[in-house]
């Protein structure tokens, strides 16, 4: 069983930054595609950024140039920079996990293993 804790989720005011953090429990992460996605009241899970195995991104088109995406396999952790934070970016964001085959970047069905989630609150 695959494990994932986010860190790093906090309150900011419009245009400031956050750094997301996912601590996975598998050793090696290397063989897993991971991603983030957010959640806002009222509103369907969304993905916002993934990174599959051999290093390739993806985002959203309402996060691109924003944010980054990226893993580090050694301390088996997955981290995203949030930067130029809108009051739309807050939401609870998840940290996922999957090892399938195949899987399509951002779709949320592909992964497996979710964390609790960390909470983002951007201020107008």
């Known amino acids: 069983q695959v494990q994932l804790v986010e860190s790093g989720g906090g309150s900011v005011q419009a245009g400031g930054s956050l750094r997301l953090s996912c601590a996975v429990s598998?050793?090696?992460?290397?063989?897993?595609?991971m991603g983030w996605f957010r959640q806002a009241p009222g509103k369907e899970r969304e993905g916002v950024a993934d990174i599959d195995s051999v290093g390739w991104t993806a985002y959203a088109d309402s996060v691109k140039g924003r944010f980054t995406i990226s893993r580090d396999n050694a301390k088996a952790t997955l981290s995203l920079q949030m930067n130029s934070l809108k009051p739309e970016d807050a939401a609870m964001y998840y940290c996922?996990?999957?090892?399938?085959?195949?899987?399509?970047?951002?779709?949320?069905?592909?992964?497996?293993?979710w964390g609790q989630g960390t909470q983002v609150t951007v201020s107008a």
């Open positions: 598998r050793d090696p992460i290397s063989g897993y595609y």
């Open positions: 996922a996990a999957g090892r399938r085959v195949y899987h399509v970047q951002l779709r949320d069905a592909d992964f497996d293993y």
